[in-house]
């Protein structure tokens, strides 16, 4: 009987697939079924890990160097991939980067990077998958936001991150708004605290890490696995009714306040 949840015979694109985030999505996405491109500015890292996920799952994966804040790059390795398995049917555009800085008080390179890499290429990827899943008439773009500046405004020095996170969850709902017709549905997820290399220096720190766990509702860092699963339901036909959608895994942080009463 098939599910509404098997991607067999789809291939998935994963931006950033060679650690953390990504690759944990590329995990979840190959164990339904999909074939993986796996995608990533980190030429060795990317291989090893398309290696390890073909070797562990069975699937056809691939990795694929490619600066996504350069537009002819993009093109050509989306190209490649497309010529490859014929098609693509899913997009992750997770490749991202975070430098701390205010606008009163920061380094014009840091503004530079974080904006190139989170928004410009962010928009290349889908650009240039984009004309693909045109041509298809079907595909399901899933963005990564995150919870701040996507859904809540954090402080601590995160402006510049959180800027391009509040513009990815624009530009997913303009891409909804425009693509829906042609059968590509479109969404964002808004990570929380999870447990990554990015965020290692707050894992680290057990005083900072407890200020944000007594902020997080379920009380616990949030797990790759968390993230990846819903990523997999956005690409299945489990979600061939959503679209436009910037959805929270955030263990709660963004929309419950509890409260301690005893």
Request: proline share 3%; with cysteine.
């Amino acid at each position: 009987m098939h599910s509404v949840f098997d991607l067999s015979g789809r291939v998935a694109l994963v931006t950033g697939g060679a650690q953390g985030l990504g690759a944990a999505i590329a995990r979840a996405l190959a164990d339904q079924g999909a074939a993986i491109a796996l995608v990533d500015v980190q030429a060795e890292a990317v291989a090893a890990a398309a290696a390890e996920l073909s070797r562990e799952t069975g699937r056809a994966v691939e990795d694929h160097y490619c600066d996504t804040r350069d537009r002819a790059q993009v093109e050509g390795c989306v190209s490649r991939i497309a010529e490859r398995f014929g098609r693509i049917d899913i997009l992750v555009n997770n490749a991202g980067i975070h430098r701390r800085g205010t606008p009163t008080d920061f380094q014009p390179q840091d503004l530079e990077d974080v904006l190139a890499v989170n928004l410009t290429g962010c928009y290349h990827v889908a650009g240039a998958v984009g004309k693909v899943m045109l041509a298809q008439q079907r595909g399901s773009v899933i963005n990564v936001s995150a919870l701040g500046g996507g859904l809540a405004g954090l402080g601590r020095g995160g402006s510049i991150y959180a800027m391009t996170k509040g513009g990815i969850v624009a530009l997913t709902r303009d891409l909804a708004a425009e693509w829906g017709k042609h059968g590509i549905r479109v969404n964002a997820i808004a990570p929380g605290w999870i447990r990554t290399p990015m965020t290692q220096a707050l894992q680290n720190d057990p005083q900072r890490a407890g200020k944000v766990l007594e902020r997080v509702p379920l009380r616990r860092w949030g797990e790759p696995a968390d993230v990846a699963g819903v990523v997999a339901f956005l690409a299945s036909d489990a979600a061939a009714y959503v679209t436009g959608c910037t959805i929270p895994i955030d263990g709660g942080a963004a929309n419950v306040i509890a409260l301690a009463m005893e």
